[in-house]
């Protein structure tokens, strides 16, 4: 039936703006300053400022937020296409079997968080009724495409694909980055006793360590989760440490001088530390 197959294609484009809206957002709120939360902030246990900024939020510097766009406008692309070529329905099941590799990935990390993104679980049941209305489609297709075109259409949808994604990891990966070099300052600050105590679960932790970039790697980090490498909660917990990051100086005998817990900017940590050249 022809018109519950254009149907089902115009639903799928429906679903799929809402992705692409959806997604931006989510990039959105990768960038955004740390104290700024999202909408979907409702606490440590379902938070989506928590993931997205997390180690799981980004793939070779490319935010997976960013890819999530990308691959929704695929889908609406695909959709559009397949209203008059038949033959793109297998591609358009072939493009949801690895958006569900995606969400399998996303659902590892919110496991490994322990937290629930609310926005990324909405993108998961998109994906999950587009895969749904794919399969149906391809199952109930008749008559089916030949091979021939639809390995024609496959090819090209591949080439696009690698194309685009391929110059969106390319810039990420070559654009300079504008936090400058921060190494005078963390190596100061370490001189002086500051440390850093943090969880790999802290969204505002991992802003904080890509704000400062390859810098970071010279500043006393304790990794306070449990669950966290090289953790040190028992540490943590006799610094009567209530929230991360809260950075810490000490003196040369272990005794804390002063602490911030919260977020600080670069000229912050310069405050905060004494490092001020």
Known sequence: DK????????????????????????????????????????GESISCSLGNTSVFSELLNVPVALLGVIWFLFLV??????????E????????????????????????????LCPFCTLLHIIIIITLSLSYYLYKHQNPKPHHKDVQKTIKSWIIWSIVIYGLIFLTFILWPSENGNNDTLTQCMTEKGVVMYSSFRCGVCAR?????????????????????????????VAKNIEGTPTWAINDANGNEIKRNTGFLSIEQLREFSGCTT
């Open 208 to 236: 904080t360590k890509a704000m400062l970039g390859s810098s970071f790697k010279y500043i006393n980090e304790i990794e306070c989760h449990p669950q966290g490498p090289n953790a040190q909660t028992e540490l943590c």
């Open 77 to 86: 692309w695909m959709c559009q296409k397949a209203q008059k070529q038949p």
């Open 3 to 42: 018109d519950k197959y254009s149907s089902i294609l115009k639903v799928m484009i429906v679903l799929s703006i809402i992705g692409v809206i959806t997604s931006l957002y989510l990039v959105k709120n990768h960038y955004a300053p740390p104290t700024a939360g999202a909408l979907c902030d409702f």
């Open 88 to 115: 793109q329905i297998p591609s358009i099941l072939g493009w949801n079997v690895l958006g569900i590799l995606f969400v399998i990935y996303l659902v590892i990390a919110e496991i490994i968080l322990q937290s």
